[in-house]
């Protein structure tokens, strides 16, 4: 047992240690000291020196946690290990081999270090099985922010939480503050909200609120409230933030006393408010809902209606990429695609050579 850590935890025991199982303090009789496994009082300083001795896990534990200043780092990195769920002992032994939990997309292992230290190490929870070899092996957390600006088809990342995160990278040998770090510039600001979620203390910006604050190019998102089922905001969320397109689990509601009728996802860190880009994406829909139906008349046959159907889904689902050239059956198969527009639409783009009627818009 390292000296420092002995008289660190000595100093400590004055206003008394209760952690992981450790119980130390002082009083007119001397140190107390205890474990689930031992338990000594009126121990001298020498004495509780030789007994702290013999319990190193339950002393370097103590000090290695007592030194993350973070109250939410700390909370993060006892929550990879599963500190709350099982006993010291147990968890040391986990330790040495590695515990991992996943954060989003990410998987953060813990392993356990000399003296009571942890390290950590980050990588993309599907490359779990990957050789470190194989993967592009990091040690600043740094990097972070550029690698996971794009997706693997190197298309740019607006949303940080959407589960587009890339692969083929590892973050290897961290610090708990390093590993902190580097999980904060992969998914900003979750550890932190995710914290104050559990301690009961995150303040949640429902829509209504978020929308009274738009201003400028933004403000035209206030005047989208008709309606007392407030069903646009429910389009929004079931378009934006349902866990196929975003990992963070939405808590905000219409306002505070009226929820949405779709579900907020499973995600592990909260979503507190509506995020930038779903305020330009209802921006947009703004204007768009703004616009007076009109009436179409076009010819279809029922296979190509479900065709159009067929298309809307794959492209909301994002699994045009998945549907195989030479898979005629799928409803947007390319080729099936082109036919239909070879077939349905002029050379301005009309359905049918249905011109668009935007006459009432002025
Ligand atoms: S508003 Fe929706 S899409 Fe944006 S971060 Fe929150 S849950 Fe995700």
Not at 96 to 116: F, K
Not at 228 to 240: D, F, I, L, M, Q
Request: charge should be negative; aromatic fraction near 8%; hydrophobic fraction near 30%.
């Amino acid at each position: 047992m390292h000296e420092p850590q002995l008289v660190a935890l000595r100093e400590a025991a004055a206003s008394g240690v209760d952690y992981d199982g450790l119980v130390v303090d002082y009083d007119d009789d001397g140190y107390r000291f205890e474990t689930p496994e031992a338990s000594h009082d009126g121990l001298s300083a020498a004495e509780f020196d030789d007994v702290a001795n013999d319990h190193p896990r339950y002393v370097s534990n103590w000090h290695y946690w007592s030194h993350i200043r973070s109250d939410a780092d700390r909370a993060f990195l006892r929550w990879v290990e599963g500190a709350e769920d099982r006993p010291l002992v147990e968890r040391y032994e986990a330790l040495e081999t590695g515990v991992s939990r996943s954060w989003g997309e990410v998987l953060v292992t813990a392993e356990r270090a000399g003296d009571g230290e942890r390290r950590y190490h980050l990588r993309h929870e599907d490359d779990a099985d990957v050789p470190l070899d194989d993967l592009e092996v990091h040690d600043d957390p740094l990097d972070a922010r550029r690698l996971v600006k794009h997706d693997d088809k190197g298309r740019y990342r607006p949303l940080k939480t959407a589960p587009t995160l890339p692969h083929g990278w590892a973050f290897t040998d961290l610090d708990g503050r390093e590993c902190t770090r580097a999980v904060d510039l992969v998914y900003p600001a979750t550890i932190t909200n995710w914290h104050l979620e559990r301690e009961g203390e995150l303040d949640v910006d429902h829509w209504a609120e978020a929308i009274e604050r738009q201003t400028g190019i933004y403000g035209v998102v206030k005047t989208w409230n008709r309606g007392e089922s407030h069903e646009h905001v429910n389009w929004v969320a079931e378009a934006c933030c349902d866990d196929s397109q975003c990992l963070k689990r939405r808590e905000w509601q219409y306002d505070d006393e009226t929820d949405l009728d779709v579900d907020g996802g499973d995600g592990v860190f909260p979503c507190r408010e509506p995020c930038s880009l779903v305020i330009a994406a209802a921006r947009k829909w703004t204007r768009l809902e703004g616009e007076e139906p009109q009436t179409y008349s076009f010819e279809l046959t029922p296979s190509e209606k479900e065709q159009l159907e067929d298309i809307v889904d794959a492209v909301a689902d994002d699994r045009t990429d998945e549907i195989r050239e030479a898979d005629v059956n799928e409803g947007a198969n390319r080729y099936r695609a082109r036919f239909l527009r070879a077939k349905l639409m002029d050379d301005d783009g009309n359905l049918c050579g249905v011109p668009t009627d935007r006459a009432t818009e002025e």
